[in-house]
């Protein structure tokens, strides 16, 4: 997910296009700019006008992970994953070609084992929503990035598991749609203090991809 920005001049030019559908084109400013205006508004209530309206929609797909195992086993051998960016979020910063060692003298590349199950998910996502402690305008884009490592998690399990039981209908894994079910439930838990997008479009995206 990559964040939207938008200049105050392109909402005012969005908002000037509402005149004719909406009778209180103040209010509507008031509560896109929540921060600037009233840091006491419901944010989540901003981002439901702004959704509302389309000033600030952005369509996200779940990614499909390229698995080096083929095909993938159904007992619980171990699976080689070649995304060093799960476990460095700067190597999406830099844009670097991470199926690739770093083209360094002194490059050493290691491989981190890494176990994906529910209560272990649960248990990040946990972590992380207490380090950060809240979701605002300042520590959105990190808070984003940390948790979408952890949707990329979910990704893999559920491509994983819905090979092992390949349901008769649907495209998610049984397994997945639970645990997306108890990740909502948390972020939708997190203290809103005025976050432009975070968590609000993160949980419509978990909702549209595996219950719509």
Same mark, same amino acid.
């Given at each position: ?14 908002? /000037? ?20 205006? %009233?840091?006491?508004?419901? #944010? ?44 460095? %979020?700067?190597?999406?910063? $830099?844009?670097?070609? /991470?199926?690739?060692? &770093?083209? *360094?003298?002194?490059?050493?590349? $290691? ?14 996502? *946990? ?31 559920? *491509? ?8 008769? &209908? ?5 397994? /997945? $749609? ?15 203090? #005025? ?18």
């Amino acid at each position: 997910m990559v964040r939207v920005e938008k200049s105050k001049a392109k909402y005012d030019a969005d908002v /000037a296009k509402l005149e004719d559908i909406h009778e209180n084109k103040d209010e509507i400013m008031k509560r896109s700019y929540c921060k600037m205006y %009233n840091p006491t508004v419901n #944010c989540r209530r901003n981002y439901e006008i702004l959704l509302k309206y389309n000033l600030n929609r952005e369509i996200v797909k779940m990614e499909y992970h390229r698995l080096d195992a083929y095909p993938i086993p159904k007992d619980k051998t171990p699976l080689y994953i070649n995304e060093p960016w799960l476990i460095d %979020n700067s190597i999406m910063e $830099i844009r670097l070609d /991470a199926s690739e060692p &770093e083209q *360094q003298d002194d490059n050493v590349r $290691i491989y981190i084992p890494l176990d994906i199950n529910k209560k272990a998910v649960l248990r990040r996502l *946990q972590m992380t929503i207490a380090r950060y402690g809240e979701a605002n305008e300042k520590n959105e884009s990190d808070f984003r990035m940390d948790v979408e490592a952890l949707i990329s998690h979910v990704e893999i399990y559920d *491509q994983i598991w819905y090979v092992r039981h390949m349901p008769p &209908e649907g495209k998610h894994s049984k397994e /997945a $749609i639970e645990l997306v079910k108890e990740i909502i439930v948390l972020l939708e838990e997190i203290p809103d203090s #005025c976050a432009e997008t975070f968590p609000f479009e993160m949980i419509d995206s978990l909702k549209d991809e595996y219950f719509r």
